[in-house]
């Protein structure tokens, strides 16, 4: 007979504890003490399916729990459980779902299994299973024995927030090394009646064979289709320790589920156990003797956090970005993507990233010149590209083998190399306007420093700030009227102001005046229009097509892969184009014309195509587009602002496009929510005649899976609804989809206005003037300034004789 015994369990892996102190004390002592008598039930000799099912028991019974009494509430206001059950020395399993008067079903199921027979079932559901539970006698009560008082206020206040998981379970190993799970759930928090999770399901909720017992608990969706519980099984059958199985399993799990946010419990039959979670907290206890193991009991922190957790969910969801739903986030590509822009942000890598990428360019002008600066404009894009590539790759690799601390800490051998790359190839002398080098013109230090615009710069870092506080959650996280919108709305009017009177009498602004003088007002206000029409594109074609066409997270986010590689490839394209051409004119009007017709067909895309049955592929070319436009003319108006100003200028200009860009990604965040929310009130309105109808209208604002479980016709997609002039005046899926619709035309209508704007501002930039900065001018002073900044007078044709000709006027 064997000695080890161990019991782990868990009340659930969740974002954040529903609860004050007091709860959580009271919740810490229960757990502590069932622990501990289960241990001694089993050291008495208890088997271990009897042991897991007296302790699941318990645990559905303590109401601060998502199973049994506590349970989650369903979107008709009721309770719906279900159980699993599996016994590792037989290999025999039994569940039930859908219960709504059992109170234990987990003694349910162990009944079940107790039965034994080929004809006794293994899986029911719904009523059958609550006449099978009242036929063996067990207790039964109303649904509304379920119901607590704070999950129901939950339900009435927040019903449309579906963000809480939850369920109870334990895997225990007895005296006669023979390992149980058992698995508890009171569901997901407003989900449709009949829904069923992973919790009973065998291979995903939980699993347990004479070597190793596991369970799972989290988003019942993602554990499902990744099979989390059978793969700890494989991976440690395959010869990891049971450690390295659970991470491994979790790991691989997001090549399927991305999202996936989860909670693992294990033991093996040698006692080894363990207990893990991607998710922000994970409420387990345990106890037992081998390793791995001891008495505990309480709250686990993220232990490895992959992906979902850290779309930042927050205690308050009114504040939080997990507004965006599961979907929006289930595709990897920008899952990664927004978990490496957070967690470079947090590190301070972001604004190290905001000061290098402007200081490069600037340097780069001054070492090649504007003539040569279309060829390394198109390198720049190509290295940045496959340098993002590259970084998603060994990141990842790096993560998965090594950890998340590593990443970090294997860049500083990189940024050493750059840093002694820089100081040894970048010279230190470059020429001046004047011909001169420095060693003859030499500035000092502390000069540079008393000359600085000091208060300049701290004026605009704080009027960014703001300005970012603004635009990035202003109308998206909290709405226009929050106080802390307005405050910082004020505070940037106030600095705007005080900074242009501070600038007006720098020796040597930060801002130089030319950004307010014609033509490079235009250009940098184009700048800020053209990255904003480029980023509403990015930021919500997946949104589009998982609401008007009701595609999968999956195949809403393919559609973005083609226009980012367009994206990239234009733009080193045009950078070589102009470096041939010699002159940016071209490109700079063929983007416009590919701008506006990209953007032409993004309204077409949202008004017309979704009433047709046409195929996918067809709305690639809407979406190539507007990529094409922005990415050509990206490069063209720097490389026109650069040939507009002296070289004295270059650095100032060069930051300020950046930063105007920069703004127009917070500006299209804001903006797109902002507009495709409010339009989706106004469009829904007439549709909100009743209590249940706003709920599920507000459930489908925010979490567009919702819509699938209202009524109409789904089969086509999406793609049969009928054009605009059709009235809806119920609540169908078709409504809600058409009032998307509608809100997407508005949407793309402001860009197309915004594409106007941006031709304009362009249309004042004199093409005399252009041709005049490009290569021959008939104005002496343009000739020897162009001289000058192209550094190659024989190119040109310009030698003394040809300036002599052509007097100051």
Not at 166 to 174: I, K, R
Not at 258 to 287: E, H, L, M
Not at 528 to 548: D, G
Not at 642 to 647: A, E, H, K, Q, T
Request: charged share 15%.
């Amino acid at each position: 007979m064997g000695t080890a015994v161990g019991i782990v369990l868990h009340g659930g892996a969740s974002e954040s504890w529903v609860g004050d102190d007091a709860s959580y004390a009271a919740t810490r002592t229960f757990l502590e003490d069932l622990v501990k008598r289960g241990e001694d039930r089993l050291r008495q000799g208890a088997e271990a399916v009897d042991a897991v099912t007296e302790v699941v028991a318990e645990l559905e019974d303590f109401p601060e729990f998502n199973s049994g009494k506590g349970a989650a509430v369903t979107q008709e206001g009721l309770h719906e459980l279900e159980a699993g059950i599996v016994n590792g020395s037989t290999a025999t399993y039994r569940a039930a779902v859908c219960l709504k008067n059992t109170k234990n079903p987990i003694k349910l199921v162990r009944a079940m299994l107790h039965q034994g027979g080929t004809n006794t079932p293994v899986f029911m559901a719904g009523n059958g299973a609550d006449e099978l539970s009242a036929s063996l006698g067990l207790d039964m009560v109303p649904n509304s024995f379920f119901a607590t008082e704070r999950r129901m206020s939950y339900w009435r206040n927040r019903r449309s927030e579906v963000s809480e998981h939850g369920t109870v379970g334990a895997v225990v190993l007895d005296s006669q090394g023979n390992l149980a799970a058992a698995n508890s759930t009171g569901g997901m928090m407003f989900k449709p009646s009949g829904r069923v999770g992973d919790t009973a399901i065998l291979g995903s909720g939980l699993y347990a064979d004479e070597r190793v017992a596991v369970v799972c608990s989290g988003g019942g969706e993602s554990i499902i289709t990744s099979m989390l519980a059978s793969r700890v099984a494989t991976l440690y059958h395959n010869g990891a320790v049971l450690e390295k199985a659970v991470e491994m399993a979790m790991w691989n799990a997001t090549s399927i589920c991305p999202a996936i946010s989860c909670g693992v419990i294990a033991i093996a039959s040698d006692g080894t156990q363990t207990a893990q979670c991607n998710s922000r907290i994970f409420t387990t206890a345990s106890t037992g003797p081998g390793p791995g193991c001891g008495f505990g009991a309480g709250l686990l922190a993220c232990t490895m956090p992959i992906s979902a957790p850290l779309c930042f969910y927050e205690d308050d969801i009114d504040t939080s970005l997990a507004e965006m739903g599961e979907g929006r986030v289930a595709h990897l590509f920008w899952s990664l993507r927004r978990v490496s822009k957070t967690l470079a942000s947090l590190c301070g890598v972001d604004d190290v990233a905001m000061v290098t990428f402007p200081s490069g360019s600037v340097v780069l002008t001054d070492l090649v010149g504007v003539k040569k600066r279309g060829h390394y404009q198109s390198l720049n894009y190509v290295n940045y590209g496959a340098g993002s590539a590259l970084g998603s790759i060994t990141g990842g690799a790096i993560v998965e083998h090594l950890g998340w601390s590593y990443v970090y800490g294997l860049q500083l051998p990189l940024c050493l190399l750059s840093l002694a790359m820089v100081y040894f190839c970048i010279p230190s002398r470059i020429e001046t306007l004047d011909g001169e080098r420095p060693s003859e013109h030499t500035v000092a230090l502390k000069d540079l420093l008393r000359v600085f615009d000091w208060k300049g710069s701290l004026l605009l870092a704080a009027l960014l700030l703001c300005l970012l506080f603004v635009l990035g959650t202003g109308g998206n996280v909290l709405s226009w009227t929050n106080p802390f919108i307005l405050f910082a709305s004020t505070l940037s009017v106030v600095l705007i102001c005080t900074l242009s009177r501070v600038e007006a009498k720098a020796q040597k602004p930060v801002l130089s005046p030319l950004m307010l003088q014609f033509p490079f007002r235009n250009i940098m206000g184009s700048a800020l229009l053209f990255s904003m029409i480029h980023y509403c594109v990015i930021y919500n074609v997946m949104f589009f097509f998982q609401s008007v066409r009701l595609e999968s997270a999956g195949d809403a986010g393919a559609h973005l892969v083609i226009p980012s590689i367009a994206f990239t490839a234009i733009s080193a394209i045009s950078g070589t184009t102009i470096a041939r051409l010699e002159t940016p004119k071209p490109t700079l009007r063929i983007s416009q014309l590919l701008l506006i017709l990209g953007v032409l067909g993004l309204v077409a895309m949202a008004a017309v195509l979704p009433a047709t049955k046409a195929p996918s592929a067809v709305y690639s070319p809407c979406l190539i587009l507007p990529s094409l436009g922005v990415g050509m003319m990206a490069p063209s108006a720097l490389l026109t602002l650069l040939i507009l100003v002296d070289r004295s200028d270059h650095a100032t200009v060069n930051g300020a496009f950046i930063m105007m860009r920069s703004l127009g990604v917070f500006v299209a965040t804001s903006v797109s929510t902002t507009i495709i929310q409010n339009v989706f009130r106004a469009a829904t309105r007439s549709l909100a005649t009743t209590e249940e109808a706003i709920q599920k209208l507000e459930a489908a604002r925010l979490n567009i899976d919702s819509v699938r479980t209202l009524t109409g016709d789904l089969q086509l997609q999406g793609t049969s609804i009928k054009p605009f002039a059709y009235k809806c005046h119920e609540l169908t899926s078709i409504a809600v989809i058409r009032a998307y619709r509608v809100a997407f035309v508005v949407l793309f209508s402001m860009l197309l206005v915004s594409s106007i704007g941006i031709i304009l501002a362009f249309a004042r930039v004199s093409e005399g003037r252009l041709d005049e900065s490009s290569i021959r001018a008939e104005d002496a002073e343009s000739v020897v300034e162009m001289a000058e900044l192209l550094d190659d007078k024989s190119d040109d044709g310009l030698d003394e004789q040809t300036v002599a000709e052509h007097p100051r006027g």
